[in-house]
């Protein structure tokens, strides 16, 4: 208990850290020599929309990973960004920027009916599951580039959901924050649930077809939480698999703890990258996902060969 | 008690039972026995309801046990949570609580206690022995409420200590005081099962939906076992207690 404690207290202090980094240093030139209109215009949406993407993509793998029972699942690799994104390009092309959330919304529901149901629901198998996610993210990413293609202009902003970057939606801070927050108090509400899918599916306790009921839900939160995160940062590889991953591999396998240690891990994840990519070639923008994965891959490969034997096995 | 008649069940075409009557007597622990493929876990989930047998016009299932609790063999087992909490898991399916209350901290802590693990509460589940792994899962059954255990091989992969073990918790928990708990296990090792079985269901090869069911004295006899694994074997009785031998 006390070493949890111990790692609860690193990425919290980690979390804080990023985010004041992200507030208070940067490259950016003054507006007249205003720096409040540099915090208020740039740093506090993109710090905002790097929580809410972290966090959303991070709760959303560990949802994903729990109730497939697959460490491999993430809302990137089943195809459920790609389709959110897609959702998201479609509406920006046809209704001039309304309801993007709702298309989103509806794009990573039915990429995630259609990855789950075609790869069996409560018998995964783990190819299939990985192959056809696959597919589909391929598949909705090339119709993404391509209605990119077709409509040169309003490439920028469908470019920048397919590579990720927080300079894509402009929706309110407001509207976000409002957004996130219910979201997060619908999962509180949920998480416990999600302890119970930690059991072996092989058990069976009669009476009670439960857990099915609870896969449903969860991917239907997962699906709301993706598309949010794909609306404020684009489509993200990486962030969904390795923050849920990481946490359990620091935390355990108890969904309460576990969603705290998440949302840190993402929000803190995604602050540091995007100061990253914001100041390190200054004035050039790296895209997110590249940073993510750049500071991403070997701090994960390092925690898998050192400590992944438990989670693997 | 369990009572099926005229059971008829098909993979395909392939006929698996046919016109088979099944009974599980309460009190008692049971024993399935019979070789690979002949339709033992078929049976477990039948009862379980997670297969659905035919619906002809003698079929009739009649169950007296409030509720079942199935485990197979090799159970996975999340990382990186305690015993008790592990146990705790059963409690988060009804409502929207994120912590347990006394009352159900208690239940759990008597659940560890009857499956003798209560020392082992706060040790990870994963550092647990494959035999304590099986038992904590017995817990789960227990706090789930279960009064038949179904039993898929889950002593099969265990040395000889750690079964008796197991077989003598079981036996431990046929007379707990509110309201004992059935055991029906699938085994393979003949001799443990005639030590500690008192029921015996014996599903024959070759000849699908035959079943031979017997209490201990009536069912080790040579016929009866050279018919359920078509060969040879030499029993010996020494005081009640059956000994027995494959021959060739």
């Not at chain 1, 509207?175 to 119970?196: G, R």
């Not at chain 2, 002593?155 to 059935?182: A, C, P, Q, R, W």
């Not at chain 2, 014996?202 to 009866?224: H, L, P, S, Y």
């Amino acid at each position: 208990m006390k070493k949890k404690g111990l790692i609860f207290l690193i990425l919290f202090s980690g979390f804080i850290l990023s985010l004041l980094l992200s507030l208070f240093f940067g490259l950016e030139e003054p507006f007249r020599g205003d720096s409040a209109l540099i915090l208020s215009m740039i740093r506090i949406p993109a710090v905002l929309k790097a929580i809410v993407a972290g966090s959303c993509l991070a709760l959303s793998g560990m949802m994903l990973q729990t109730i497939s029972k697959n460490p491999l699942a993430d809302p990137y690799l089943t195809g459920l960004s790609s389709g959110a994104g897609l959702g998201i390009v479609l509406s920006i092309l046809l209704f001039n920027g309304i309801n993007y959330s709702i298309f989103g919304f509806l794009g990573a529901l039915i990429s995630a009916c259609l990855v789950i149901s075609l790869s069996g629901f409560s018998k995964f198998s783990i190819t299939k599951l990985i192959l056809i996610g696959l597919s589909l993210n391929l598949f909705a990413s090339s119709v993404i580039s391509f209605l990119i293609l077709l409509n040169p202009d309003k490439a920028y902003s469908m470019t920048l959901i397919l590579t990720g970057g927080f300079s894509s939606a402009d929706i309110s801070n407001k509207t976000l924050c409002l957004l996130f927050v219910i979201l997060l108090f619908i999962c509180a509400l949920f998480i416990p649930k999600l302890n119970i899918l930690r059991l072996d599916s092989r058990l069976v306790f009669q009476n009670e077809q439960g857990a099915n009921k609870f896969n449903i839900l969860f991917v239907i939160l997962s699906a709301f939480l993706t598309s949010l995160a794909v609306y404020s940062a684009g489509i993200l590889g990486f962030a969904g698999i390795i923050c849920p991953l990481l946490v359990r591999l620091l935390l355990g396998s108890d969904a309460r703890i576990l969603f705290f240690g998440n949302i840190l891990a993402g929000s803190t994840l995604l602050l540091i990258a995007n100061f990253i990519s914001n100041n390190l070639i200054y004035p050039m923008q790296i895209p997110l996902g590249v940073v993510v994965a750049i500071i991403g891959a070997p701090f994960f490969v390092f925690f898998l060969v050192k400590k992944g034997g438990a989670i693997l096995k | 008690m369990i009572k099926i008649e005229e059971l008829n069940f098909k993979y395909n075409d392939e006929i698996i039972f046919e016109n088979a009557d099944v009974e599980i007597p309460s009190g008692k622990i049971t024993v399935i026995l019979g070789p690979n493929g002949v339709g033992k876990t078929t049976l477990l989930k039948i009862i379980t309801k997670s297969l659905k047998a035919q619906a002809t016009k003698g079929f009739s299932f009649q169950n007296d046990f409030k509720k079942m609790f199935y485990l197979p063999q090799n159970a996975s087992c999340p990382t990186g949570v305690s015993t008790f909490d592990y146990l705790s898991t059963v409690f988060f399916k009804n409502g929207w609580k994120w912590f347990l209350n006394e009352s159900e901290k208690e239940l759990v802590n008597k659940a560890l206690y009857e499956v003798e693990l209560f020392d082992k509460k706060d040790l990870n589940v994963e550092n647990l022995s494959a035999g304590e792994l099986q038992k904590a899962n017995m817990a789960l059954g227990l706090l789930s409420g279960a009064d038949l255990f179904l039993l898929d091989e889950a002593v099969s992969n265990m040395d000889l200590i750690n079964e008796i073990k197991i077989f003598n918790m079981l036996n431990k928990l046929l007379y707990k005081e509110d309201g004992g708990v059935t055991s029906v296990l699938i085994m393979h090792d003949i001799n443990t099962a005639a030590n500690f079985g008192e029921y015996f269901i014996g599903i024959k090869k070759g000849k699908k939906g035959k079943i031979v069911q017997a209490r201990k004295d009536e069912f080790f006899t040579k016929e009866n076992l050279k018919e359920i694994y078509g060969i040879d074997f030499e029993i010996t009785n020494l005081n009640g207690k059956i000994y027995v031998q494959a021959v060739g």
